[in-house]
């Protein structure tokens, strides 16, 4: 079995910290429309849809830069749950990893934003 983590902690502030000359370029970057719709204004579930994709790059092994931001996207589930989507890069580097499922998860308080990714698979 193959089993591979990756967590990561942000500061909400960063979100709301971005330049309005380029925050909406930095947003469009980052996340997909649909998790733009679904996060709204809230920088909290923004910075936790970061946390995420940060995560995740770890449990690959790899950094943001060698697979992009929006390969690795945070939709809503039915029951409100995240629910990981790899796109691209992200799903191939997964799959050549032998990794066929995820879990995540994603917290916050008034100030932080975190994130756990596991990868699972078999050799």
């Known amino acids: 079995m193959i089993l591979r983590t ?25 996340f997909s429309s649909c998790e733009l719709e679904q996060a709204g204004n809230s920088s909290a579930s923004l910075a936790g849809r970061f946390a995420v994709k940060e995560a995740v790059a770890k449990a690959l092994g790899c950094g ?8 690795i996207e945070v939709q809503r589930g039915s029951g409100g749950e995240p629910v990981l989507i790899l796109h691209d890069k992200a799903r191939e580097l997964a799959e050549s990893l032998g990794l066929t499922t995820w879990s995540i998860s994603i917290s916050h308080s008034r100030t932080h934003a975190v994130a756990v990714a596991v990868g699972l698979g078999m050799t």
């Open 6 to 30: 990756g967590i990561d902690l942000i500061e909400i502030d960063r979100i709301d910290q971005i330049q309005p000359n380029i925050r909406e370029r930095f947003l469009k970057r980052v």
């Open 64 to 71: 943001i830069g060698a697979i992009g931001w929006q390969s």
